[in-house]
């Protein structure tokens, strides 16, 4: 029982086979030229100013790189025999390494090749963003796809709580660009209905979707 796996641009999810399947929604990292030039003028002329260049580099980071994966905030609960309780929120803060910032302050144009691979990471060094499993693999995609234009349009047009709207209102929310989103997928024509939904059920509880969790 073998059944390969096939990556699916943006532009191409209509090509999808109307059959049963898994499958996960990824990103290319991606930094533009104007994004690369922007920086690096910022570095240099930081330097030249006799400023410190490292908020530039930080901020680079975090808006590109880190905060678009941010983990949604952890519920927390903690309690005692005879204790006081606490609850609240705990927040997701993805730190960027002195190491990594230094270097890009002696060498602002590290980042070029640094992001020219990482554009090339996904999906095999990358996190899914989703995992779904679908009875007609090219009509959920093209759900997703719809949904996902609707909110860009118009960020409060779906109220749904569902999994697919959680979804769509985390890209838009967090300015992920459609272009540079793929699925991979499987198809699971082959066995029963039950089984799909075990593959799907252990897939997302070993890779931890960022924004999908069943």
């Known amino acids: 029982m073998t059944a390969p796996v096939i ?9 999808a086979p109307e059959t049963a399947g898994v499958y996960a929604w990824y990103v290319r990292l991606f930094l533009g030229e104007a994004d690369l030039a922007e920086f690096e003028t910022a570095i240099n002329a930081a330097k030249t100013a006799g400023e410190q260049p490292e908020p530039i580099v ?24 005879l204790k006081p309780r ?20 002696d060498d602002p144009r590290r980042l070029r090749r640094t992001a ?22 090219r009509s959920r995609l093209m759900q997703h796809k719809n949904l996902i234009r609707q909110l860009i349009e118009n960020p409060s047009a779906s109220n749904s709580d569902d999994g697919m709207a959680g979804f769509a209102r985390q890209v838009v929310a967090r300015g992920f660009i459609p272009n540079q989103m793929f699925v991979a997928y ?17 897939l997302n509880r070993i890779n931890f979707p960022i924004f999908g969790r069943n």
């Open 116 to 137: 020219s691979l990482l554009g090339q990471a996904a999906p095999y060094f990358t996190a899914p963003l989703y995992i779904g499993m679908a009875a007609n693999l």
């Open 186 to 202: 499987m198809t699971l024509s082959d066995i029963d209905a039950t089984e799909q939904v075990d593959v799907e059920n252990i």
């Open 58 to 81: 930080v901020r680079m980071l975090q808006r590109h790189f880190f905060h678009p994966f941010r983990e949604s905030p952890y519920e927390v609960r903690l309690t005692g025999p």
């Open 7 to 15: 990556n699916l641009g943006w532009p191409q999810l209509q090509d």
């Open 86 to 105: 606490y609850s609240g929120s705990l927040e997701h803060e993805p730190k960027e390494s002195e190491g990594l910032v230094r270097r890009l302050v």
